[in-house]
Antibody
Framework: EVQLVQSGAEVKKPGESLKISCEGSGYTFANYWIGWVRQMPGKGLEWMGIIYPGDSDTRYSPSFQGQVTMSADNSITTAYLQWSSLKASDTAMYYC??????????????WGQGTMVTVSS | EIVLTQSPGTLSLSPGERATLSCRASQSVSSSYLAWYQQKPGQAPRLIIYGTSSRATGIPDRFSGSGSGTDFTLTISRLDSEDSAVYYCQQYGSSPRTFGQGTKVEIK
């Protein structure tokens, strides 16, 4: 079964760093793009960016460029989303997702369960 | 960046009725790379339509998508109580990929 399993909920203080993970299984991890989507409390979905684990080619939304870093480790079939200095406005649910095919231009049909990040002093 | 505007904000209908959700793009969506997702409370989004009109695996045929260029529609032909959710459109033909703000479907 193809699945993405995300790391657990995090509670952090402003200024702290954080790295959350998304482990893929049931498929060849390196061959499929993995995207990240933010959902702030009570709000809609925002596309943050996408990474190709095979060569770490990464495309960021301008809204998130410089605010987060996406990475991937093929040896443990895991993608990461990290912050160097969290703000309260980073409080949100973060989803990783994978397209149904290996092509770049495809919709996300496999989703992780989400990681809730809470940033509060 | 392509801005997607969904309407209406909320749709309140009875079981068995037809729901029509609209998604309008600020510029033409490349190659009809338009998807629809369903999200229920506390759950991750679920893909229901891709490529404007293709149903994802396991999606019942009461869901259908249509449109081209800048105007797209998701139709639920006969509403079921399990269709209560927020529906998002997304374009994935140009970067950054963007989502609409969502339409909430309530079942009376």
């Amino acid at each position: 079964e193809v699945q993405l399993v995300q790391s657990g909920a995090e509670v952090k203080k402003p200024g702290e760093s954080l790295k959350i993970s998304c482990e893929g299984s049931g498929y060849t991890f390196a061959n499929y793009w993995i995207g990240w989507v933010r959902q702030m409390p009570g709000k809609g979905l925002e596309w943050m960016g996408i990474i190709y684990p095979g060569d770490s080619d990464t495309r960021y939304s301008p809204s998130f460029q410089g605010q987060v870093t996406m990475s991937a480790d093929n040896s443990i079939t895991t993608a990461y989303l990290q912050w160097s200095s969290l703000k309260a406005s980073d409080t949100a649910m973060y989803y990783c997702a994978r397209p149904s095919t290996t092509t770049y231009y495809d919709a996300f049909d496999i989703w992780g369960q989400g990681t809730m990040v809470t940033v509060s002093s | 960046e392509i801005v997607l505007t969904q309407s209406p904000g909320t749709l309140s209908l009875s079981p068995g009725e037809r729901a029509t959700l609209s998604c309008r793009a600020s510029q033409s969506v490349s190659s009809s790379y338009l998807a629809w997702y369903q999200q229920k409370p506390g759950q991750a989004p679920r893909l229901i339509i891709y490529g404007t009109s293709s149903r994802a695996t396991g999606i019942p045929d009461r869901f259908s998508g249509s449109g081209s260029g800048t105007d797209f529609t998701l139709t639920i032909s006969r509403l079921d109580s399990e269709d209560s959710a927020v529906y998002y459109c997304q374009q994935y033909g140009s970067s950054p990929r963007t989502f609409g703000q969502g339409t909430k479907v309530e079942i009376k």
